[in-house]
């Protein structure tokens, strides 16, 4: 699939994705992306998170690619059981880890559980042996349960612009890689 047949959905995490980050980057070189845009970036509720992405995936005419960063990816997975069958793919990098209060800011635990069923497009998970917001056992095990393709990125942080992550070439390269290998979603 090349980008020009894919609606590419970016999906930021709790806070937005500000100027320098990868995913605002990407937004702008990428000719179908367009962001995912929540009513209140600092104060997220689950279900109107969901529901944007879900208005989102309804007004697509191509099928969906979804890049998610952090509290973007347990947005997507909460927001799929609506979502129709015009999936073909997604890129999810530093999934949070829900379950442990203690590695994320109050409130955030209410995007938990995860949904563990295998997803029913490809995905690769991208995940950082050092993450503060997650135990890369963690996200070995939630990438398993989907049938998420695991890439390490080492000792990366959160991969974001904090943890030296704002063009991120090494993401360029993998996410057209996966992008190639899609194919659009059969539909019925």
Known sequence: MKVAEADILIVPGYGDSGDGHWQTRWEQRLSTARRVEQADWNNPVLDHWTARIVRE????TRPVVFIAHSLGVPSVLH???RLGPNIAGAFFVAPPDLSDASRMPEGLTAFGPYPTERLP???IT???RNDPYCAFETAERLTESWGSLLIDAGESGH???ESGHGPWPEGTMVFAEFLSRLQAPLLH
């Open 126 to 128: 991208i995940a950082s």
């Open 121 to 123: 497009f490809p995905a």
């Open 57 to 60: 995936v309804s007004v697509a």
């Open 79 to 81: 927001a799929l059981p």
């Open 159 to 161: 991969l974001n612009t």
